[in-house]
Each structure stands twice: as structure tokens, then as C-alpha cells.
């Protein structure tokens, strides 16, 4: 069964920065491609950025150059460093995999105000 746990949320002032984590389990992580989704308040889901098994990286152009992907395969773990954050960065963020991302974790939640 495949398990995706998120953590690393909270609250913190524009500008600031925060690093999410995702423990990963069930599956081959390192043959996986992993994505990191989010969902700000009454809208819809969208994506943000992805680090394939091959190593490449892509990102949403509202997150390139202030948001970081990076993978531990050896600790079955995705990451998200994000900085300069900014309200609109408010959401809650899942890790995802799978066949459009299909399977997701519960999400942790990153509300960014002064």
C-alpha cells in the first residue's frame, strides 16, 4: 500500500522560508517520479513541482527560483525548500506519485502572513 506522510507546515511571515518532508513508503521510491501539489484556500488542487527518478526537476513558474525539490532515496523521502514565500504561497501542500499523481498524502498545511 502506498503511504505518503507530509510534514513541515506552519505559519510564517512573507519572506520567510519553510522545508516540507515527505515519508514514503509502499512502493519503489527510487524508481518513482514524486511531485509536490498544492491547494490554496477555495481553489483547486495544482502542481508545483516534480523530481523525476532520473533526476530531473521542473517547477511552476510561480515557484521557480524560490522553491527547491530535492530527494533522499536512501530515506524513502522528497523535500521542499521553499523562500521568499509569499501570501499567495498559502495552501496546503501534498506530496504525490503515480499516474497523474493519483495517490496522495494527507497534506500539511502552510499559511504564510504577517
Known amino acids: 500500500e502506498v503511504q505518503l506522510v507530509e510534514s513541515g507546515g506552519g505559519l510564517v511571515q512573507p519572506g520567510g522560508s519553510l522545508r516540507l518532508s515527505c515519508s514514503a513508503s509502499?512502493?519503489?521510491?527510487?524508481?518513482?517520479?514524486m511531485s509536490w501539489l498544492r491547494q490554496p484556500p477555495g481553489k483547486g488542487l495544482e502542481w508545483v513541482s516534480s523530481?523525476?527518478?532520473?533526476?530531473?526537476?521542473f517547477y511552476a513558474t510561480s515557484v521557480k527560483g524560490r522553491f527547491t525539490i530535492s530527494r533522499d532515496n536512501a530515506k524513502n523521502s522528497l523535500f521542499l525548500q521553499m523562500n521568499d514565500l509569499k501570501s499567495d504561497d498559502t495552501a496546503v501542500y501534498y506530496c504525490?506519485?503515480?499516474?497523474?499523481?493519483?495517490?496522495r498524502g494527507p497534506g500539511t498545511q502552510v499559511t504564510v502572513s504577517s
Open positions: 504525490a506519485t503515480g499516474d497523474n499523481n493519483r495517490y
Open positions: 509502499g512502493f519503489t521510491f527510487r524508481r518513482a517520479d
Open positions: 523530481f523525476k527518478h532520473d533526476g530531473r526537476s
